[in-house]
């Protein structure tokens, strides 16, 4: 049976709802979302779920900086509940980063985001827990913190889904029917869905789809760990979200008593079928023991949990969100390397006026092409990306 439809999104992550959801509620009938399994099966589901604003190139702190006002106001601008907390962000940057952390905060306060530089002593008030380095600064985000990623593709889906949308779950899409350079349908097992335009949104499974319709993207998926840690509240009661680039980890709070801590430095490549999602032991006591240098008081938590995530990562470690040249109605929302929970919101958007005014206008997305590859001329990042989430 062909059931037509206005747009197929493929994948149910926080992309691929917040992409349905701008569809919809810009007037696209009846858009159909497929995804393989579950809401929040891949990425989405795993995610530490960091909102802040700290980046070094003006397009991704121009997306986080959008996508704050949805996630602050999520209930009255799309409706639902996605779990704001503002804890607020420290970045601690060691002596020999100082120039890079001076160019993050002036780009950063350009694009309009409340952050700044501040001294030692600022830094100690505002958050008296963490321990400081010699010759070390601080930026501070005072609107920062975090919210729930399957709860806000949840929230998406709900919303999309009120206002004509079908989500489809357990329901993989096979392919992409092409003819004559243009989008023609998207198949699944058991259904064909006749249509002009296709986004594929299947965050670590998107090299092996793309590939399976003659797209060869620089995509890897890579294995992350995250650990969660029960403090004992006496000796630390609260601590900020941060990012410590002497240690090589970031770190949140988490409900009452929790603080989760993930980082960077152990990335494997993965296949997202077969990966092992739980966390190892020596890991744990490495990241535990590197946290501690900055976050003394949490050497006496308790281990409560850890498991294992895939990021999807490009060569720059900036998503791709285009058009394909080529074929007309396809488009690629992908390879957000670790960071894009917090951008979800304003990707929507922009992917929306993509696709439905011809070009992005919330945000310039020229630098996220997908032949930049090719054409050699990625973007260009500074420290930030070593282990922030
Ligand atoms: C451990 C970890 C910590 C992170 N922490 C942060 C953080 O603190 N802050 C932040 O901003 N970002 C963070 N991220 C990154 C963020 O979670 C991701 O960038 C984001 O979730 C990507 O969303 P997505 O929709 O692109 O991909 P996914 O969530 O992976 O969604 C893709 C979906 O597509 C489905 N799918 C795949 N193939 C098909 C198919 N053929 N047909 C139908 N469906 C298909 C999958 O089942 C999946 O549900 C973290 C990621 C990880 C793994």
Redesign the pocket.
């Known amino acids: 049976m062909t059931v037509t439809t206005d747009a197929v999104v ?8 917040s992409v349905l959801y701008n569809l919809v509620s810009r007037g696209v009938q009846k858009p159909v979302l ?18 802040r604003m700290h980046y070094s190139t003006v397009v991704n702190a121009a997306l986080s900086w959008e996508s704050f006002e949805t996630y602050a106001n999520f209930d009255e601008v799309v409706g639902g509940d996605v779990g704001f907390v503002q804890t607020g962000f420290m970045v601690f940057v060691p002596e020999d980063a100082i120039d890079g952390l001076n160019h993050n905060i002036a780009l950063q306060q350009d694009v309009g985001i409340d952050t700044q530089i501040v001294s030692r002593e600022e830094a100690r008030e505002l958050a008296p827990a963490f321990e400081q380095y010699d010759g070390e600064a601080f930026a501070w985000e005072p609107l920062s913190g ?1 919210a729930d ?1 399957s709860g806000t ?1 949840m929230a998406y889906a709900t919303r999309a889904r009120e206002l004509g949308a079908t989500v489809l779950l357990e ?4 392919s992409v029917e092409i003819e004559n350079d243009r989008v023609v349908a998207v198949t ?1 097992a058991g259904e064909r869905y006749a249509t002009d335009t296709a986004v594929v ?6 090299k092996p ?1 793309l590939e399976g319709i003659g797209i060869d993207l620089p995509l890897e998926a890579t294995r ?3 650990f969660l840690l029960k403090r004992d509240l006496g000796e630390l009661p609260f601590h900020p979200g941060g990012a410590d680039m002497a240690n090589m980890t ?1 770190f949140r709070p988490e409900a009452a008593d929790l603080t989760l801590v ?1 980082n960077g430095n152990r990335e494997q490549s993965a296949d ?1 079928n077969t990966y092992n999602p739980r966390p190892s032991m020596d890991y744990l006591e490495d990241v535990w023991l590197r946290l501690s240098k900055r976050l003394p008081g949490i050497a006496g938590a308790e281990f409560f949990t850890g ?6 990562s490009t060569p720059d470690l900036h998503p791709v969100i285009d058009r394909v040249d080529g074929i007309e109605g396809l488009y690629i ?2 390879g ?9 919101p304003a990707v929507g958007t922009v992917m929306a006026e993509l696709m439905l005014d011809g070009e992005a206008k919330t945000v310039d997305i020229s630098t996220l092409k997908m032949d930049r590859f090719r054409r050699g001329e990625t973007n260009t990042t500074s420290y930030d990306f070593k282990v922030i ?1």
């Open positions: 493929i994948g149910g992550g926080v992309m691929g709802t497929l995804e393989r399994t579950t809401l929040g099966a891949g990425s989405t589901g795993r995610s530490s779920g960091l909102i975090h990623p593709g329901t993989p899409a096979t699944t949104a299947t965050g670590p499974w998107s789809f992350h760990e995250v970031y993930g997202p498991y294992a995530g895939l990021y999807t929302c992908t957000f390397s670790g960071h894009g929970f917090k951008l979800a989430a």
